[in-house]
């Protein structure tokens, strides 16, 4: 059996489990330096996830940081 990868469907950003840099920039509006900062600074926390050197934002815990936040 042959899968055809390039009729693979996409996954709406906002359904997805964790968002890549580009898609977070997208879908939370918060430009990509701030992003790339929040990532570094908070490195260990539950919202961050690291495959290799990319960099994933797990979208709902970082959902919920944010509405916890005050400022960024």
């Not at 890549?20 to 918060?30: K, L, R, S, T």
Request: proline share 1%; aromatic share 14%.
């Amino acid at each position: 059996m042959i899968f055809d990868l390039s009729s693979k469907a996409k996954v709406p950003i906002c359904e997805k489990y964790a968002l890549n840099i580009n898609e977070a920039v997208e879908y939370f509006g918060i430009g990509e330096t701030k992003l790339r900062y929040i990532a570094l600074e908070y490195s260990d926390s539950d919202f961050i996830l690291m495959n290799g050197t990319k960099t994933l934002f797990k979208r709902k815990k970082f959902e919920n940081w944010l509405d916890k936040t005050d400022a960024i």
